[in-house]
């Protein structure tokens, strides 16, 4: 059985940093992706980066040039580095994995940017 679990959230001023991690563990067969989505209060989820499983990378352009999206297949990890944040990148954080069968959900990690 596949399990994400995202970590890294928190509180953190305006022009500040955090690092998201993305642990994933049972067997994933086919990997064809992995990306990072958010929620902010009251709107759908969107899609912010994704690395494919041959490390083809894309982001949203309202992240491009302040956030990094990679991975590190050994320790079976997702990360999401995010630099000079803003209040309008407060939400909550979902790690995604796609393989040839269906796609994977971690349960979130909340990013608060305070003015």
């Known amino acids: 059985q596949v399990q994400l679990v995202e970590s890294g959230g928190g509180l953190v001023q305006t022009g500040g940093s955090l690092m998201l991690s993305c642990r994933v563990s049972?067997?994933?067969?086919?990997?064809?992706?992995m990306a990072w989505y958010r929620q902010a209060p009251g709107k759908e989820r969107e899609f912010v980066a994704d690395?494919?499983?041959?490390?083809?990378?894309t982001y949203e352009d309202s992240v491009r040039g302040r956030f990094t999206i990679s991975r590190d297949d050994a320790k079976r990890t997702l990360y999401l580095q995010m630099n000079s944040l803003n209040p309008e990148d407060t939400a909550l954080y979902y790690c995604?994995?796609?393989?040839?069968?269906?796609?994977?959900w971690g349960p979130g990690t909340q990013v608060t940017v305070s003015s």
């Open positions: 690395i494919t499983g041959d490390s083809t990378i």
């Open positions: 995604n994995v796609r393989d040839s069968a269906r796609a994977y």
């Open positions: 049972g067997s994933i067969f086919n990997l064809r992706g």
